[in-house]
Every structure is written in C-alpha cells, then in structure tokens.
C-alpha cells in the first residue's frame, strides 16, 4: 500500500463530508491508499457522517479515543498506518480532483523522506482561492534532491498537511507530534526535516486548505498559543542536544528556535497576563536572540540577524517595530 491518509475528527461535522468525498470521488484503486479517521472524543454528529462512508468503504479505518487534542489523534492513526507513506490531512481540508494519484506518482518517481507539494488556499467566508507555493524563492529547489540546510528561508515548513513523510523514515527516527501543545506542526516538521536524508518539493496542488473564519484553534489564540511555543522551544534545545554535534547543526536549530521566539512576540495577543509573561522570560527570550543572531549572521541573513539584535536589546523592542 503506498498511501496512509491520517484525519483526525473533532466537531467538524459542517465540513467532514466534504473532506471524505474529496477522497473517494477521486478513481484511485482502493488497494493503493487507506483512510485512517481518528475520532478524537467529538461531541458532535461526525462520526455519524463518517460511519456512513464506512458501509461503503473498505479501505476506511476508524480508531475511537477520548479528546486528547489533534497531536496524540495523529500519532494514534500512525500506529495502525500500513502505508509507505503517511499524509496527515484535516477535516474541514479537501484534496484537489486526481491528487491521490498525482502523489502516489511522486512516490514511485523519487525515495524521499519527505515530500512538499504547492498548496490551494480557499477563503471560507468568501470563497475566493490562491495558491500558495511551498518554495519562497529559489525556484530551481523545485523536484530537486535537498537536505535541510537548502531549504533554509526558502520554503514554507508549515502546515503539515503541505508535506507527505515516508512512514520508514519516521518510524526509524520515532518521529511523532508532541502531545497537548497548539502549533504542533511546526515542532514536528523541524525536528523530521533536520533528520531527513532526502527532501524533494513538487510544484503541484493536491491539497485545498480552508482558511476558517472561526472556530479553528488559529482563529481562537490565547495563552495556551504562548505556553506551546514555549513547550516548543524546550523541546528544540533538548532536540538540539542530542542530535546536533557541529557548528552547522547548531545553527540550524537555533534558527528555528529563534523563529519561535519572534512569533510569541509579535502574536495578537495583547492583555496584563501576556505582558507579565514576556517580562518573566525577558532574559531567557534574550538569550535565545543572541544565539539566533549568531546563527543567521553566519548565514548572511542581515535582516534577521538584527531582528534577533532587537530582542538582545530588549525584547518588546521587537514587537514594537515588527509586529
């Protein structure tokens, strides 16, 4: 089987139909891919639709668990995937006509531990759709052979969705999403992209991401967004320990562990509860920004190695000139 599709379920019963029949709409033998649905404690009807696919489907698979948020849901359909490779798609997304096959197709051509593809982005409240490449710059990256350090301000890294992950090479490296935190995706992608061997980026579109007007966690931040990040930064120094052993290595998780440090800055959040726990970090988020300055001033990246001197020099220095 080449292909798991991994879909955790949690109130989503507005939009779960259409994500199944973006799936088995599309003429792909049922051999070739199976559909992993992880009923994540929804209160809702979702399962009710889902159960609906299963009289028909025999390739679709559910696994019912209480609410353990949208990590331990997908790690939880990683432990029966039988796929060469796994793609972790939401329920309120849909896949693009032929996209089951066009990535099955890029399986065959090319071992990759990791495949990006372009993606549609689709306005829920105005139906209006772009596409939003994976490559930033650096066009030539496209259906080239790239590790890491190539990819380096020249890709999107988020969300997962964008992304299929050879199910070997995940299992080798016992890569799984980091439970009970927001923003997820990007913990998990620099840690699998750092360990990669091989990374190719495919100009096609398989994947249609609704852009939510409510109810989605990116529409709802709160404190908790602030107390992942953080989760997520311990989780890179301690990744970084043991996993980077020269300059090269170092730099690169510093990189992103410096990202992270500018994204709780320049958040939306405002409020007493936010601005006290800025102050209570401020010389850990300095710290961190003199490692990030080092990082990309060795990478001649001048524009972010002074907004990493920014934060040196005071942290809400920062947000006030780059949020």
Same mark, same amino acid.
């Given at each position: 089987?080449?292909?798991?599709?991994?879909?955790?379920?949690?109130?989503?019963?507005?939009?779960?139909?259409?994500?199944?029949?973006?799936?088995?709409?599309?003429?792909v033998n049922s051999d070739k891919y199976e559909v992993i649905?992880?009923?994540?404690?929804?209160?809702?009807?979702?399962?009710? /639709?889902?159960?609906?696919?299963?009289?028909?489907?025999?390739?679709?698979?559910?696994?019912?668990?209480?609410?353990?948020?949208?990590?331990?849901?997908?790690?939880? $359909?990683?432990?029966?995937?039988?796929?060469?490779?796994?793609?972790?798609?939401?329920?309120?997304?849909?896949?693009?006509?032929?996209? /089951?096959?066009?990535?099955?197709?890029?399986?065959?051509?090319?071992?990759?531990?990791?495949? $990006?593809?372009?993606?549609?982005?689709?306005?829920?409240?105005?139906?209006n759709e772009d596409i939003q490449q994976v490559v930033i710059? $650096?066009?030539?990256? !496209?259906?080239?052979?790239?590790?890491?350090?190539?990819?380096? $301000?020249?890709?999107?890294?988020?969300?997962?969705?964008?992304?299929?992950?050879?199910?070997?090479?995940?299992?080798?490296?016992?890569?799984?999403?980091?439970?009970?935190?927001?923003?997820?995706?990007?913990?998990?992608?620099?840690?699998?992209?750092? @360990?990669?061997?091989? /990374?190719?980026?495919?100009?096609?579109?398989?994947?249609? !991401?609704?852009?939510?007007?409510?109810?989605?966690?990116?529409?709802?931040?709160?404190?908790?967004?602030?107390?992942?990040?953080?989760?997520?930064?311990?989780?890179?120094?301690?990744?970084?320990?043991?996993?980077?052993?020269?300059?090269?290595?170092?730099r690169y998780i510093d990189n992103d562990i410096f990202f992270?440090?500018?994204?709780?800055?320049?958040?939306?959040?405002?409020?007493?509860? !936010?601005?006290?726990?800025?102050?209570?970090?401020?010389?850990? !988020?300095?710290?961190?920004?003199?490692?990030?300055?080092?990082?990309?001033?060795?990478?001649?990246? /001048?524009?972010?190695?002074?907004?990493?001197?920014?934060?040196?020099?005071?942290?809400? @220095?920062?947000?006030?000139?780059?949020?």
């Amino acid at each position: 089987m080449q292909l798991s599709i991994i879909i955790p379920i949690y109130k989503v019963e507005k939009y779960i139909e259409g994500t199944l029949n973006s799936i088995f709409n599309q003429k792909v033998n049922s051999d070739k891919y199976e559909v992993i649905v992880i009923n994540d404690g929804t209160p809702d009807d979702s399962m009710a /639709i889902v159960n609906k696919f299963t009289t028909l489907y025999s390739n679709l698979h559910i696994i019912n668990q209480k609410n353990q948020g949208l990590s331990c849901a997908r790690n939880a $359909g990683l432990t029966i995937a039988n796929g060469d490779y796994i793609w972790f798609v939401d329920s309120d997304d849909q896949l693009s006509d032929g996209s /089951i096959e066009q990535v099955i197709q890029c399986t065959t051509e090319t071992v990759a531990d990791i495949i $990006g593809f372009d993606m549609i982005r689709v306005d829920e409240s105005t139906g209006n759709e772009d596409i939003q490449q994976v490559v930033i710059k $650096g066009k030539a990256i !496209y259906n080239k052979p790239c590790i890491c350090y190539d990819l380096v $301000g020249k890709v999107h890294n988020a969300p997962v969705q964008r992304f299929i992950f050879r199910h070997s090479f995940l299992a080798e490296y016992k890569i799984i999403f980091y439970p009970h935190i927001i923003h997820e995706d990007q913990e998990f992608n620099t840690r699998a992209f750092f @360990l990669a061997k091989k /990374i190719i980026m495919v100009p096609i579109t398989p994947y249609r !991401y609704l852009l939510r007007t409510s109810g989605s966690i990116m529409a709802t931040l709160n404190m908790h967004s602030i107390e992942s990040r953080m989760i997520t930064i311990d989780s890179f120094l301690h990744f970084k320990a043991k996993h980077a052993h020269n300059a090269k290595e170092n730099r690169y998780i510093d990189n992103d562990i410096f990202f992270v440090v500018c994204s709780i800055l320049s958040t939306s959040i405002e409020g007493n509860a !936010y601005y006290d726990y800025i102050r209570k970090y401020y010389n850990y !988020y300095r710290s961190l920004a003199w490692q990030g300055f080092k990082a990309n001033l060795a990478s001649l990246r /001048i524009k972010r190695a002074i907004k990493a001197l920014c934060i040196c020099i005071h942290p809400l @220095l920062y947000r006030e000139l780059f949020k």
